[in-house]
Each structure stands twice: as structure tokens, then as C-alpha cells.
């Protein structure tokens, strides 16, 4: 137990300016360049969607599940990460996957970086002209319109064969999924900011 602590303290997110070009043309938010690296640290939650008994989600199993999905970047998960007061911190972990995609898949490697917006068009779900092989999915929340979480749950559908990272803030991620979206989840981070230690300038 000792040994898995220590490991998590051992986790700083932070993106390597050798890949910074290839992210922002890949379509990262330019945001995350403002957000400071960061150890990780899971907060552990209880979520209760309506019609579901209480689910109690641990630190450790979210930094496993995470480390898992380093190890496994081409893995067809559905991965959703959220934080509060706001998505700031779950942006740079959803960052730091896609980046971690994009050293070890080689040069097959297509991350996308796609911010939802309003409107009926949705790209990713429609056209196959460019195929990902990893996708971050981000602005979106459980109070979004019916017709952007109905947009967020086509390219989950669309794309189940590739990794599919989720970003949100204003509920817990499992929650966010059976609630709003009824859509299964292979794993999930939840952070608060509060909780965060090591939020250091390099």
C-alpha cells in the first residue's frame, strides 16, 4: 500500500515542448499551455446517480485505471476525466494521455483534440475522410445543451475503436456518464484542485 502511495506521488503531469507543435496542430486547446505541471492526486468520491446504489470510487483505483491507460495508449477505452472548480486540471490530464499516445504509437499516431460546440454538425461522428486513433473530447457538461451531450454520445458510439478521453467539471465522472449520458465507462479521474500538491513552475 505503501509502494502504490509513493507511485502516485511519482506522477507529475507535465507536456514535453518537443511535442507542444504536434498537439496544438492536432487541435489542443491552447489553454492547457497556461495550466502549471502537477503530481497527480485522485480524489476519492461517492457517486450516487438516480436509480443506482452509492458507488464508492477510490484514489487508488483511478490512478491504476490512469496508469493503465499510459501503458495502453491505443487501447479502445472510454475514459472520462473531470475536475473542480473547473475542467483546468482535467485538461492537462487529458493532455498529458494524448501526448502519451502520440510518443508510442509511432508514426501511425492521429490524435485528435476536439472541442464540442453548439450547432447540428458533428465531424467526428459523420465523416471517416480522416481516421483518428485517439480522441480527446472536451467543453462539454452535465447542465450542456441536450443536443451537444447527444453530439458527445454519437462520436462515443461512432469511434468505439479507438481511445476516447472525456473531459468535463460540475459533477463526478461517473455520475456525468449514467446520468446525463447513459453510457458505459471503462475508467475515470476525478481531481480537485484543493487536493492538488506540487503545482510548481518548471
Not at 458533428?122 to 445543451?145: G, K, Q
Request: hydrophobic share 40%; glycine share 4%; proline share 7%.
Amino acid at each position: 500500500m505503501v509502494t502504490e502511495v509513493l507511485k502516485m506521488e511519482e506522477l507529475r503531469l507535465k507536456l514535453d515542448d518537443r511535442c507542444l507543435p504536434a498537439l496544438l496542430s492536432k487541435g489542443m486547446n491552447r489553454m492547457v499551455l497556461a495550466i502549471k505541471p502537477f503530481l497527480l492526486r485522485p480524489a476519492s468520491f461517492t457517486s450516487q446517480p438516480e436509480g443506482l446504489k452509492p458507488k464508492l470510487v477510490e484514489a487508488q483505483k483511478q490512478y491504476k485505471w490512469y496508469q493503465r491507460a499510459l501503458d495502453n495508449p491505443s487501447e479502445p477505452i472510454c475514459f472520462c476525466i473531470a475536475s473542480e472548480p473547473n475542467d483546468k486540471l482535467a485538461k492537462m490530464a487529458a493532455a498529458f494521455l494524448m501526448q502519451n499516445h502520440l510518443k508510442k504509437s509511432g508514426p501511425r499516431a492521429n490524435p485528435v483534440w476536439h472541442d464540442l460546440l453548439g450547432g447540428f454538425q458533428n465531424r467526428w461522428a459523420e465523416s471517416h475522410e480522416t481516421s483518428p486513433t485517439f480522441i480527446v473530447l472536451a467543453n462539454v457538461l452535465p447542465t450542456s445543451t441536450n443536443v451537444k451531450l447527444e453530439k458527445l454520445r454519437d462520436i462515443l458510439e461512432v469511434r468505439a475503436d479507438i481511445p476516447r478521453i472525456v473531459v468535463t467539471s460540475g459533477a463526478d465522472p461517473f455520475s456525468f456518464f449514467h446520468q446525463q449520458l447513459k453510457y458505459p465507462l471503462n475508467g475515470c479521474l476525478y481531481l480537485k484542485s484543493s487536493l492538488v500538491r506540487g503545482d510548481l513552475e518548471v
